[in-house]
């Protein structure tokens, strides 16, 4: 498992590189609430997302080495990218011939080599996986890592800095190596802290596993919030166990109130996508009770500007 010692010896690691991003508080949700609802705008992070953190730490801690890859297109494939560029380490990021060419040139841009590969995210995971049997390579995995998960506490640290008077996190919740971080660390300082997981009702693997006592496998379905997508890992050893032992709710969203809670947070200036909106959803649908003040965090901001622009008209 990942502790406190782990995560304070992450946050000196990685503090040149990644941002301490702001914290505001949301006038519209605390009324919704009847409390106060504070925002952790971590979408603002260099490359959009919280994944910095962790591919930052995890690169930050490897020796001599060919290069590093994996097999994410999304948030982790681009913040690995930055991680290798800014440590002058080669990146392979091994993605399917089902990923558009915007998310390619995205990967191209920060200097790391978009190998397309396969007709599935399956085959691309498998040339990653050569590519570290076979090349040097490390393979850094988007979550079930720990220095992946130590690197992601980071932001948990963060949030007790600025708010130290919070009673409750409420945390987007997929692979769960940034529920496992977050909790690690507030709860080492503040035992009394509630961590509130948020996950769509459309194919949460860790949902799905929570219930089963297992990891299991979900058919993964289109969601608006596609970064909370895919699976946990069958053989998965660290966030299962640590999401199970740390998480002290889970909440499960609609598609409508996902795109409600983009829509409530993109009025208060702040254009997130689906998978930061979850807890201002959560707060909307009144699943979410906020007694204390409550920290949402805005996990990432990648969204397709004419997606997000179509959701905002749908409205
Ligand atoms: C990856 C990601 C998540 C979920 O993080 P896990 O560690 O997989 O639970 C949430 N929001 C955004 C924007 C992400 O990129």
Known sequence: ???????????????????????????????????????????????????????????????????????????????????????????????SRLVPENK???????????????????????????????????LIPPFDHPDVIAGQGTLGLEILDQVPQAGAIAVPLSGGGLLAGVAAAAKARRPDIRIIGISMERGAAMAASLKAGAPVEVEELPTLADSLGGGIGLGNRLTFPMVQGLMDELILLTEDEIAAGLRQLAREGHVVEGAAAVGAGAILAGKLRAERPLVLILSGGNIDPAAHAALMRAA
């Open 104 to 138: 390619l040139a995205a990967i191209r841009n920060l200097g790391a080599e978009a190998r397309v590969i396969g007709a599935s995210q399956d085959e691309a995971y498998r040339e990653a996986q050569r590519l570290q049997a076979e090349e040097g390579f490390v």
């Open 1 to 95: 498992m990942v502790g406190l010692e782990d995560i304070l010896a992450a946050r000196d690691r990685i503090a040149a590189q990644v941002a301490v991003t702001p914290v505001v508080a949301s006038p519209s949700l605390s009324a919704l609430a009847g409390a106060e609802v504070v925002l952790k705008c971590e979408y603002r992070q260099q490359t959009g997302a919280f994944k910095l953190r962790g591919a930052t730490n995890a690169v930050a801690r490897l020796g001599t080495v060919a290069g590093v890859t994996t097999a994410s297109t999304g948030n982790h494939g681009r913040a690995l990218a930055h991680a290798a560029r800014d440590k002058g380490l080669r990146a392979v990021i091994c993605v």
